[in-house]
């Protein structure tokens, strides 16, 4: 399993390609969604995802403070194959990217309510009550560095 970090202008065609059809697969298709995915904020995102055996299986974005959210933030986080661990693999690789390239302590995620278990499972606590996007409730949550997050 690898772990691939990228900046936009690093993605080629053919990886951009699979990372926008897994993201229309899961949150347009899968979750019946209609929304503007393409949201002019990727160009400035890195990019982390897992492959295996050359396919991509998870995969989200990591943004600096002030380009979506108010602190660093992941998003579009997806998992194509569930229930095998990747995706608090895929996130600590994004706690990490967080740190690393924006100096984050503090992240932030807006979660879907239905996700609120796994994010709490990687050190994420919820911050805010319901709101709605796309139609579908969400809630702010955030991770803390040194608060024992992502030991669980």
Known sequence: MDIIVKKFEELDVNELYEIMQARAEVFVVEQECAYQDLDGVDKEAY????????????????????????????????????????GKRLMRAGLQVAKE??????????????????????????????????????????????????TR
């Open 47 to 86: 990019h982390v995802y897992l492959r295996e055996n050359g396919e991509l299986v998870a995969y989200l974005r990591v943004l600096d403070k002030g380009k979506r959210l108010d602190e660093v933030s992941v998003g579009r986080v997806i998992s194509l194959k569930r229930g095998l661990g990747l």
């Open 101 to 150: 390239k924006f100096g984050a302590t503090i992240v932030k995620v807006g979660a879907q309510v239905q996700a609120k278990g796994f994010y709490e499972s990687v050190g994420f606590r919820q911050v805010s009550g319901e709101y709605d996007e796309d139609g579908i409730p969400h809630i702010y949550m955030i991770y803390e560095e040194n608060s024992g997050a992502g």
